[in-house]
């Protein structure tokens, strides 16, 4: 199995700009977590799903930032408009309901906002 | 609430054991886990504990539990350079449909 897979890895943008990261779940897994990692704040879980189906986004930060579970097999993570503050890592992870309960992570996007 | 601590940096030389300690505050908590972050990766679980358990042993690892003062440790026998990364504890709060709480990190330099 290829992991969870995120793109892009690396991404830098200018302020304003409108700003998607990807993922692709492990196949089988049900649920998928969006978190964002800073140095200031740590690991914070952004939101996320089951059976594609949002069950948690208190830690959206603002309706600039939207996520969205389409299929079993792909999720997005918007922010329109960016600003600075978003730089940051993004990471997705998944999880089958089933088994010891661990979440596996991706890689991380590393978001650059100029 | 829930809050999971951890201090953030330990430096130890290679050769010796590591301890790093979490606190956490959801007495209902299920699983308590650790996850280790080596530099530009995600988080990968190392090892996790049931809450009735108090002590859990995998090769050079030991997790121990003290339930009633809420405290976790993650105990490394003869620490490797390998080994330095971000440490994270994190607790499966008894309330919280399917999502952890993850601490703060404990960054461990190992030098040799």
């Known amino acids: 199995d290829a992991g969870v897979i995120q793109s892009p890895r690396h991404e830098v943008t200018e302020m304003g700009q409108e700003v998607t990261l990807r993922c692709k779940p492990i196949s089988g897994h049900n649920s998928l977590f969006w978190y964002r990692q800073t140095m200031m704040r740590g690991l914070e879980l952004l939101i996320y799903f089951n059976n594609n189906v949002p069950i948690d986004d208190s830690g959206m930060p603002e309706d600039r930032f939207s996520a969205k579970m389409p299929n079993a097999s792909f999720s997005t993570l918007k922010i329109q408009p960016s600003e600075p503050r978003d730089s940051a890592v993004y990471f997705c992870a998944s999880r089958r309901t089933s088994g010891r309960d661990e979440q596996f992570f991706g890689p991380g996007t590393r978001l650059t906002v100029l | 609430g829930e809050d999971v601590e951890q201090s953030l940096f330990l430096s130890v030389r290679e050769g010796d054991s590591s301890v790093i300690n979490c606190t956490y505050t959801?007495?209902?908590?299920?699983?308590l886990y650790w996850y280790k972050q080596e530099p530009g990766a995600g988080l990968q679980l190392l090892t996790y504990i049931f809450s009735n358990m108090d002590m859990k042993q995998d090769q050079r690892l030991t997790v121990l539990l003290n339930k009633k003062d809420k405290h976790l440790s993650l105990r490394i026998a003869d620490t490797q350079t390998g080994d330095s990364a971000i440490y994270f504890c994190?607790?499966?709060?008894?309330?919280?449909?399917?999502?952890?709480?993850f601490g703060t990190g404990t960054r461990l330099l190992v030098s040799p």
């Open positions: 994190a607790e499966r709060p008894g309330t919280g449909f399917q999502k952890l709480v």
């Open positions: 959801d007495s209902s908590s299920t699983y």
